[in-house]
């Protein structure tokens, strides 16, 4: 196999092992023709706890779209479409209202986060009903 051929492979594995959220990390104890598999943290939307920790997973950015999940734990979240500290831009849609993190008020907002659905699928949550953590 020429080295061209080696390298190629060394991209398209590097960029596989990227795709499904894992670092290739070698160490001085591990042998070093066998990278071990890392997991990388990513970035989540999680309820807060004003609205006690539940958020709805919506298909449309509105509160009349059609419901695809639901969150009921301050510790899970839904994957951010946009793998970043504020789960990304936003999209606007709908009206709807949340309570803030300590529960006290109501935020009335037209902001959505795009997530992914269970089935790795683009979906929304109301930005402000929640808030993005690094899992």
């Not at 959505?112 to 929304?124: I, P, S």
Request: hydrophobic letters at 35%; one cysteine or more.
């Amino acid at each position: 196999m020429s080295r061209t051929t080696h390298i190629r492979r060394a991209v398209c594995v590097a960029a596989a092992a990227a795709l499904t959220g894992f670092g290739l990390v070698g160490t001085a104890e591990a042998n070093a023709s066998r990278p071990v598999h890392q997991a990388v943290p990513h970035w989540y939307m999680t309820p807060n706890p004003g609205n006690d920790c539940e958020l709805n997973i919506r298909a449309s950015a509105s509160p009349s779209g059609k419901k695809v999940g639901h969150l009921s734990s301050c510790s899970q979240g839904a994957w951010c479409w946009s793998q970043k500290s504020d789960c990304g831009a936003t999209v606007k849609g709908g009206s709807y209202t949340c309570r803030y993190a300590d529960g006290s008020g109501g935020l009335r907002s037209s902001e959505w986060a795009r997530v992914a659905d269970k089935d790795g699928k683009l979906a929304y949550v109301a930005r402000w009903c929640g808030f993005a953590q690094e899992l």
